[in-house]
């Protein structure tokens, strides 16, 4: 969230508002300094009022995910998204007005340098960016999700006992993640530090490895 404040200030003081913009990565990626009034990408760009009502909303929706969530493997992508929405929520009480004098917008300046589905239409910044590779990774675990649920169905029809076995192993490792974050999230001085966290995790997963092969 810092990182992105601090781009939008640098490029906030050091660029010209809705100029010609500037090549950085050739090909790649070009500055263009611009305040959005909207929703990420320019969405909603004519309505500010209901662009940051929506950005509040889903802001604080993200935030109960994050503090209710079990599962490490949400926690990469929940945590990008709060960590992108809470920026350009705050970011917009501090950015300065638009061209059309408007309070409230918030400073975008990435703008891909090839077209590619429209791609070189879109300005965003850092926390936008968050966002967009969090969607990337639920899309990877959603994926992921659904490739062992048929890997674990076909094992439980093949070898019950494998199935039992590797269904007890997966919800130690849980129960492990589960004590570890709890005490960490809340700041528990007795708390199970993480090399304890990894070393009692390595050995359940030792376990499984040597029940496969003794199998």
Known sequence: MSLDW????????????????????????????TINPGAAYGMNAGKLGLAITIAAL???????????????YWLIPISLMVAGSVANLLGRAWAPLTSDGI???????????????????????LADAWVSIAVGFIIVILIAYAVFEI???NMRKKDKEK???????????????????????????????????????????????????KR
């Open 6 to 33: 601090i781009s939008k200030s640098i490029v906030a003081n050091s660029m010209v508002l809705d100029g010609v913009g500037t090549t950085f990565i050739p090909g790649l990626i070009k500055f263009k300094y």
């Open 58 to 72: 889903v802001t604080l929706l993200l935030i109960a995910i994050f503090i209710f969530i079990r599962n490490k």
């Open 103 to 125: 309070k409230g917008g918030v400073v975008d300046f990435i703008v891909f340098d090839f077209s590619f589905l429209g791609s070189d239409g879109y300005i965003f910044n």
């Open 151 to 153: 890997l674990e169905a």
């Open 163 to 213: 199935y039992e076995f590797y269904v007890d192993i997966k919800t130690r490792k849980q129960i492990l993640f589960e004590t570890y974050y709890e005490k960490f999230k809340f700041k528990d001085e007795n708390k199970l530090t993480y090399r304890d966290y990894l070393s009692k995790n390595e050995k359940i997963t030792k376990k499984w490895k040597k029940y496969k092969n």
